[in-house]
């Protein structure tokens, strides 16, 4: 099995929405892939609590093989997702682990 963290700074205004707006549709349209992309066995969208944070979200997925990643990855709706968050958010870090 396979985890997969990634955080997000957003920034203060994109695409004409503020922050907190694109936040939230951002975790909705992450929220919507499960139904659709059958490999998601989990997945879990957060805002940080901190209260400067670097980082205003972060995304836990859970698959079972790298491949199932892979197809996650590549599947156009993430792809769209994707697109959108690319236009609303500075920078990003991501990590991929094997737990047991």
């Given at each position: 099995m396979l985890r997969r963290i990634v955080l997000w700074e957003f920034l203060p205004q994109a695409q004409g929405h503020?922050?907190?707006?694109?936040?939230?549709?951002?975790?909705?349209?992450?929220?919507?892939?499960?139904?659709?992309?059958?490999?998601?066995?989990?997945?879990?969208?957060?805002p940080n609590l901190e209260n400067e944070p670097k980082y205003h979200m972060a995304l836990t997925l859970t698959v079972d093989t790298p491949e199932d990643l892979r197809i996650y990855k590549d599947h156009p709706a993430h792809r769209a997702v994707s697109a959108?968050?690319?236009?609303?958010?500075?920078?990003?870090?991501?990590?991929?682990?094997?737990?047991?």
């Open positions: 503020t922050r907190i707006e694109n936040m939230a549709k951002v975790k909705a349209m992450l929220e919507a892939l499960p139904p659709v992309i059958p490999q998601i066995r989990s997945l879990t969208v957060n959108f968050v690319s236009q609303v958010r500075g920078e990003r870090v991501a990590v991929t682990m094997e737990e047991p």
